[in-house]
């Protein structure tokens, strides 16, 4: 299986931080890497497809980058809707694995 | 609109199956693979597995090959994971979710499976 691995796990950040959180494969997955944003007891909701493409409706403060095995998802400005928890997801491979998540604190 | 509406709540002893519904609505069910994601309380998202719905062929996840089984019935636009041989640590939210084409995704509400003697 193709592990992915986040960092950092959590962070603390402020209202208008820029924050940049990333993904690493353990062999090359193209850009078939997408990043999801989840709230507390809701489904998780997709930011970003195919590295960094952003899906219809998200606000273009966040971004992605990447290819290969290494990718960065940023939030250019925080807003008080970002803090959540994010995951990169590959689908690369027909056995999909998620990253750790990292979780994203108000400081 | 697409919809994934999926079964309620369980609660079931260790050892026993669960078996979770998903009904899709508002597109061609047998067009797009279905997968299953799994959350246990204050843990990452975990794949589980993806199912054609058109010819009924599976991909599981390595981890839950031998318990996990997925299945469905096109005639009413449902797909089911059913695992087996239930332990504690099964105890989690089970998402399905429609595969991602483009920007499109859709996830079911998730159903809490409670695994507990």
């Known amino acids: 299986d193709i592990q992915m691995t986040q960092s950092p796990s959590s962070l603390s950040a402020s209202v208008g931080d820029r924050v940049t959180i990333t993904c690493r494969a353990s062999?090359?997955?193209?850009?078939?890497l997408n990043w999801y944003q989840q709230k507390a007891g809701k489904a998780p909701k997709l930011l970003i497809y195919?590295?960094?493409s952003l899906q219809s409706g998200v606000p273009s403060r966040f971004s992605g980058s990447g290819s290969g095995t290494d990718f960065t998802l940023t939030i250019s400005s925080l807003q008080p809707e970002d803090f959540a928890t994010y995951y990169c997801?590959?689908?690369?491979?027909?056995?999909?694995?998620f990253g750790q998540g990292t979780r994203l604190e108000i400081k | 609109q697409v919809q994934l509406v999926q079964s309620g709540a369980e609660v079931k002893k260790p050892g026993a199956s669960v078996k979770v519904s998903c009904k899709a609505s508002?597109?061609?069910?047998?067009?797009?693979?279905m997968h299953w994601v799994r959350q246990a309380p204050g843990q990452g998202l975990e794949w589980m597995g993806r199912?054609?719905?058109?010819?009924?062929?599976?991909n599981y996840a390595q981890k839950f090959q031998g318990r996990v089984t997925m299945t469905r019935d096109t005639s009413i636009s449902t797909a089911y994971m059913e695992l087996s041989s239930l332990r504690s640590d099964d105890t989690a939210v089970y998402f399905c979710?429609?595969?991602?084409?483009?920007?499109?995704?859709?996830w079911g509400q998730g159903t809490l499976v409670t695994v507990s003697s």
């Open positions: 979710a429609r595969e991602r084409t483009g920007d499109e995704d859709y």
């Open positions: 508002g597109y061609i069910f047998t067009g797009y693979y």
């Open positions: 199912i054609n719905p058109n010819s009924g062929g599976t």
């Open positions: 062999q090359s997955i193209s850009t078939h």
């Open positions: 195919a590295a960094s």
């Open positions: 997801q590959q689908s690369y491979s027909a056995q999909i694995t």
